[in-house]
């Protein structure tokens, strides 16, 4: 049967091997001003999302035993130091990336002299995590998914991976749901991020991309629905500032 999906990087139509390709050019080219950018874009509130995030992480963490947790897509290595700095005893993190760029950037933060020992940085896709069956007690993916070239084959690896009883959990953008927040967002995202790409990051086509990814990634029932048909059960989701963002979650039996 001949493979008819479909892979689209923002709005153009591409080949999965060219997505991937441009998707890892648009980090190497925002890695520099990728935090500075966060704050402004989302005027400071992704550390918020973030810390609901991390909250979610540490709920799941028993001090009797070893926890391996991975991040991916972890760009500069936010999420992982967050969890570290409120709870750094026998956890083990590896940090994901595709890109190379981001990776050296999470390498170079501060936090990492405290808990390099538990630390391990992979350059590799969601697709492809390079990791036993049935090893790892927790993973998360934030504003990485959606750059995936396929998510179906990203979250069926996510499960694969994952110790059985372990948890996946999902903060991506989404669909705003609340009727006053959803016309100024979009008129925010279409006309003004691009805007301040251009301005701040000196890149106005990486942020029209990114914009866009958003655009095209699934509604949320449509992805909580993918997470449910890659073996995950107790699939749900918890939208923030209205449906801005969204944290899903799944469990693997």
């Known amino acids: 049967m001949a493979n008819n999906k479909k892979y689209f990087f923002g709005h153009t139509e591409v080949s999965k091997q060219d997505k991937v390709k441009k998707v890892n050019d648009v980090f190497t080219s925002v890695a520099k001003r990728y935090d500075i950018m966060n704050d402004i874009l989302s005027f400071g509130t992704h550390r918020l999302w973030k810390e609901i995030l991390v909250s979610s992480i540490t709920n799941l963490i028993s001090t009797r035993k070893e926890f391996n947790y991975v991040d991916l897509a972890c760009g500069t290595g936010d999420i992982g130091y967050r969890l570290l700095d409120r709870k750094s005893k026998n956890i083990n993190v590896l940090m994901m990336d595709i890109n190379e760029t981001m990776l050296e950037h999470a390498k170079k933060r501060k936090e990492y002299k405290n808990y390099k020992k538990n630390i391990n940085f992979v350059a590799s896709d969601a697709e492809n995590i390079p990791l036993a069956s049935n090893s790892i007690d927790c993973i998360t993916i934030a504003f990485g998914i959606r750059n995936v070239a396929s998510i179906e084959n990203a979250l069926i690896e996510i499960n694969r991976v994952l110790k059985r009883g372990g948890k996946f959990l999902c903060l991506e953008f989404s669909h ?68 801005i963002a969204c944290i899903h979650s799944g469990w693997k039996i």
């Open 176 to 243: 705003v749901e609340m009727s006053l927040v959803k016309k100024f967002y979009a008129s925010y995202s279409k006309n003004i991020i691009p805007k301040i790409g251009n301005v701040v990051a000196k890149d106005r086509k990486s942020y029209k991309y990114l914009v866009e990814s958003i655009e095209k990634f699934p509604k949320q029932d449509e992805f909580a629905d993918l997470i449910t048909k890659s073996g995950f059960i107790s699939s749900k989701y918890r939208n923030l500032s209205g449906g």
